[in-house]
């Protein structure tokens, strides 16, 4: 349907759509007046004063020089439309009045929460009932928001304060698997046999077999590892796992290992009592992991404290504090690769394994990379599909900020993983990295832990600077232990998956969905496992 007005206003013709010849003239001026012409009028009139409603009503609600959404619609039209500025002044209010409130506190009642709008509901009611002023309006949002925001991040440090605990304290299926293992130590003959048996004790000094170094005091984790190694290896008589844990978890690595053989791979467990370069002399590591616990126990506190002593810390913060906390950023077991030249001087080339790792295919072709003389074969955390995860470079694990730092490296170099690594032993005996790496240890703790994130990547990164050689990332896939995105498909893809994160596999809080790949290497029917209730759920 078509209206025309006549420029005299005298005749308004209507086209119905049905053709040319079918439309209806009316006369304004005649005063025969038939019901079409109503009906049409009627029509015409409504449709102007809606829109002139519309108008006046948004002229009501925002004044005369403010702009709404919908009465911008004519002021887009052009310059002026019935006589309405295009400019608004309702943000430069807004703020004006945040600025001057600044300081004051929002509205009466501020903090108690009855009195504020909890929900956004409930404050478009509240302006709607009261007819408020611009003013009252800003305030009680304001109000509301600041609410809104404390209560998102105390329920923030909730989470990261649980986080911390479920990952820093020993699952109690993992603590009964522990005593019960050092129990069959004690009191079953089996379960303390020589490991390697004697006749294999010259293999494990031969650079022909494929060397693997774990080092660890979690024996669920560790027996994955060994067992993911040695079914996936397509030439397991080949493979010498050499696995290293301390004093206390001796005892109960040995038995496990002895009552579970991985033949034909050859194992070997040792303490680092066991190792003569541990226990002569000073060793340089274990000395600053001594000042590094005493710096951390004075200005860190304990969890509680952490978080009720920082009422205005970004959550994050309150995070990395609490993270100071965890036993593994003070153990010899993370430590204890930067002396590995020194631990197995006989041999030439190793791969180290981190224990929160799944092998899931032979692992022998890493020994035919070609390390162009570098020492350190590892995956670049700054390149890859996923940016959530391979992002990383120098800036997200040092502090740029700290004038030492900033001197002596670049932001945006690449970072590289731990967990999976080749080391060439041979080139790295031609080179300092070891004495590097305890000096840089010794400035942080000069710096009062603040030259970077805690962890030994930070100073492995500094220590291992231009001897690091970059292999393809199908080798060490990263970041299943602290996000979900990973699908399983993608991971099944991958050569090595690192549990890299809070969310382990062992532990109740790993992701579900992830955490079968690890639990596909467990034995759920063998007797000890059973009877610690470690189920695969």
């Known amino acids: 349907m078509q209206l025309h007005i006549s420029p005299s206003l005298r005749h308004v013709t209507v086209f119905t759509g049905k053709g040319v010849r079918d439309f209806m003239k009316v006369k304004v001026g005649s005063r025969r007046v038939s019901y079409r012409m109503v009906f049409y009028s009627l029509l015409l009139l409504t449709f102007l004063l809606r829109f002139i409603f519309v108008l006046t009503a948004m002229d009501t609600i925002d004044g005369e020089t403010k702009c709404s959404t919908i009465g911008c619609v004519g002021k887009k039209l052009g310059p002026r439309f019935f006589g309405r500025r295009m400019d608004s002044a309702v943000p430069e209010e807004v703020y004006r009045i945040l600025e001057e409130n600044g300081n004051q506190e929002s509205i009466q009642g501020l903090g108690k929460d009855q009195l504020i709008p909890q929900t ?20 009680r949002l304001k109000a509301m928001v600041t609410l809104l925001e404390q209560r998102t991040r105390s329920a923030k440090i909730q989470e990261y304060l649980y986080r911390h605990v479920a990952s820093s304290s020993i699952p109690k299926p993992l603590h009964c698997l522990s005593l019960k293992l050092a ?7 089996g379960a303390r046999l020589q490991l390697p048996a004697a006749e294999f004790v010259p293999n494990l000094v031969d650079n022909s077999f494929f060397h693997f170094v774990l080092a660890s005091d979690n024996v669920l984790a560790a ?20 696995m290293i844990t301390d004093r206390k978890t001796y005892s109960t690595m040995h038995a496990w290992f002895s009552l579970h053989p991985l033949n034909p791979a050859i194992i070997e467990v040792k303490g680092m009592h066991h190792f003569d370069w541990f226990t002569k002399g000073k060793v340089p590591v274990l000395e600053a992991m001594e000042k590094d616990q005493r710096v951390r126990s004075q200005f860190r506190g304990g969890s509680s404290a952490i978080v009720s002593a920082n009422s205005t810390e970004k959550p994050y913060v309150i995070a990395s504090k609490l993270q100071a906390l965890s036993p593994k950023y003070n153990s010899a ?15 030439n080339k190793i791969v180290f394994l981190d224990d929160d790792i799944v092998i899931q295919t032979d692992l022998s072709p890493l020994w035919d990379i070609n390390m162009e003389g570098k020492v350190n074969g590892a995956v670049e955390t700054c390149r890859g599909d996923d940016k ?19 001197q002596n490296f670049d932001p945006n170099e690449c970072a590289w993983a731990y967990g999976m690594n080749i080391f060439d032993l041979e080139a790295w005996r031609k080179t300092n990295i070891s004495q590097t790496y305890h000096y840089w240890l010794q400035q942080n703790l000069k710096s009062d832990l603040s030259l970077w994130q805690l ?21 060490h896939m990263l970041g299943l232990g602290y996000q979900e995105n990973t699908t399983t498909a993608e991971a099944e893809k991958a050569g090595v998956i690192h549990f890299n994160g809070r969310a382990k596999p062992w532990l109740d ?13 467990v034995d759920f029917s063998d007797k000890f496992i059973k009877s610690c209730h470690i189920r695969a759920s």
């Open 388 to 406: 959530f995860v391979m992002s990383k470079r120098f800036k997200s694990y040092l502090n740029f900020s700290h004038p030492i730092i900033k």
């Open 183 to 189: 129990n069959e130590h004690t009191s079953n003959a």
């Open 333 to 347: 077991m993370n430590h204890i690769r930067i002396y590995l030249p020194e631990l197995f001087p006989s041999l």
């Open 509 to 521: 809080i790993a992701f579900p969905q992830l955490r079968v790949l690890w639990a596909k290497y």
């Open 455 to 475: 962890g030994t990547l930070p100073p492995g990164l500094i220590a291992f600077h231009g001897h690091v050689h970059t292999i393809d990332p199908f080798w």
């Open 223 to 242: 027996s994955v590892v060994a067992a993911s190694l040695v079914r996936n290896a397509l030439r397991p008589e080949k493979v010498v796992l050499h």
């Open 120 to 139: 956004l509901e409930d404050f478009v009611a509240e302006m709607r009932t009261h007819k408020s002023d611009l003013k009252t309006f800003t305030m």
